[in-house]
Nanobody
């Protein structure tokens, strides 16, 4: 499975961006799709995840109430709507798919396929 993440860019603090993740194969069925982010010198950090079948959703505490993950079953994409962005949200954002136990959804090692990353920069 090849993943394509898009939608990053430069935005001022308080602004919004919408990221999208598409798969080269036709479906995310039976997978969880996660968004992670990484800044230089730091480990990849969990942001949000959605289970395609069943629709379980989870967020990191740092983004709860500001970010929303959703799926589009017709376009077969997963979006991450990011509102009220802060400078500390600046990172390269990656989408990934895997089959983690839901309680382990934040563990990047449990995701098999990764997109190339998209840069999000929030200026103060």
């Amino acid at each position: 499975v090849q993943l394509q993440a898009s939608g990053g860019g430069l935005v001022q603090a308080g602004g919004s961006l919408r990221l999208s993740c598409a798969a080269s194969e036709s479906t995310f069925a039976n997978y969880a799709v996660g968004w992670f982010r990484q800044t230089p010198g730091k480990e990849r950090e969990f942001v949000a995840a959605i289970r395609w079948s069943g629709g379980n959703i989870g967020y990191a505490d740092a983004v709860k109430g500001r970010f929303t993950i959703s799926k589009d079953i017709y376009k077969k994409t997963v979006a991450l709507q990011m509102n009220s962005l802060k400078p500390e949200d600046t990172a390269v954002y990656y989408c990934a798919v895997g089959r983690p136990a839901w309680g382990s959804r934040e563990d990047a090692k449990l995701y098999y396929y990764w997109g190339q990353g998209t840069q999000v920069t929030v200026s103060s």
